[in-house]
């Protein structure tokens, strides 16, 4: 449960222990959690379903998963929203619509393998986000490191290169991974612009993909 209230389901609550344990235990996303079946899905709530790979390529529902085409790893990617008609703090304040993860507007899409299971969960920040969340794009990622525990990450941080420079004194271009029992844990941070771009112009996301330990997608 990545609730902006809620966020990521434990975040802040108890020790490092307590908060590990629930991040192996909990839900990684408000129902949905890594290792479901396609039928435990919920069946109200989000809407606009289609094949991540195939946008165009439309679904009623989870169980049309195997409509969309399979990855090299043999996994079906559905991209979908949360129904605002459900959310009811959406029509008093806006930092409440749409699709949000930790009060970030989000791309959200489930990783879905022949046999049925949820065998991942893909977050990505919305590029087309207002100029003001996209420059804290970056901070999302941060908060899944934090979810799921801050010891047991392997980090990579790139230098810049010759077409990359800071954005108000930041370069970020971050590469994390994390495997517990029950998840491998993918983040990736980045926060650059290229030389000649305009001020409002500029990289700034985080992408947080949760698998099955047994799956290998990187």
Not at 32 to 52: H, I, N, Q, T
Request: include cysteine; hydrophobic fraction near 35%; charged fraction near 30%.
């Amino acid at each position: 449960m990545w609730a902006r209230a809620l966020l990521f389901g434990a975040l802040f609550l108890g020790s490092q222990n307590v908060q590990k344990a629930r991040a192996d235990e909990s839900n990684d996303l408000r129902e949905f959690r890594v290792g479901m079946k396609v039928e435990e899905l919920p069946r109200a709530g989000y809407l606009d379903f289609s094949c991540a790979a195939a946008p165009s390529k439309k679904l009623t529902g989870w169980q049309d998963y195997r409509e969309c085409p399979a990855d090299s790893a043999g996994l079906r990617e559905v991209s979908f929203r949360y129904d605002e008609s459900a959310n009811t703090l959406a029509k008093i304040n806006d930092q409440y619509e749409g699709t949000r993860v930790g009060g970030h507007p989000v791309l959200v899409s489930l990783l879905i393998d022949d046999q049925g299971t949820v065998a991942g969960l893909k977050i990505v920040t919305d590029p087309k986000a207002r100029l003001y969340m996209h420059k804290k794009a970056f901070l999302l990622g941060q908060q899944a490191k934090a979810h799921y525990g801050e010891d047991g990450w392997t980090c990579t941080e790139a230098q810049p290169s010759a077409d990359e420079e800071p954005v108000g004194g930041v370069f970020i271009k971050e590469h994390c991974e994390k495997t517990t029992p029950t998840r491998r844990i993918l983040v990736e941070r980045d926060l650059f612009r290229h030389p000649g771009q305009e001020l409002k112009d500029f990289v700034g996301d985080s992408k947080v993909t949760i698998l099955l330990p047994s799956v290998r997608t990187h």
